[in-house]
């Protein structure tokens, strides 16, 4: 088990596993968290896909699974963070789609500062 997994074991109901969860993962496995393409930045993504994307790491049987996963994952979120038509901006300000709308970055930046707290003692 890794650190943080405890935390996030109350959230995986059987709906979230089945409906969010296998969705952001895909089809193939490891989906958007294998890619080499970009990844999203954008607010929806922040508030709705990287918590499932988290939990779907975390659900990997084998630790050395999980590492894989979970090195993936923070890979992926770096990237997503320091596109340069990232959402969010060096200067703290966060837009939703391609600069437009802030009352949605608004709603979803708790939500990735949620995740982020819960990495921040991880390695």
């Not at 770096?78 to 709603?107: M, N, T, V, W």
């Amino acid at each position: 088990m890794l650190v943080g997994q405890a935390t996030w074991t109350w959230r995986l109901g059987a709906a979230v596993v089945a409906t969010g969860v296998l969705a952001a993962v895909g089809a193939e496995g490891g989906g958007a968290i294998f890619a080499e393409a970009d990844p999203p930045s954008h607010m929806d993504y922040y508030l709705l896909d990287v918590p499932r994307l988290l939990r779907a790491c975390l659900m990997q049987a084998e630790a050395t699974e999980q590492v894989r996963w979970l090195r993936a994952f923070k890979a992926m979120q770096e990237r997503s963070i320091l596109l340069p038509a990232s959402a969010l901006k060096i200067d703290g300000r966060a837009y939703h789609h391609g600069g437009h709308y802030f009352q949605c970055a608004f709603a979803a930046v708790p939500g990735l500062a949620e995740t982020v707290q819960k990495l921040s003692d991880t390695p």
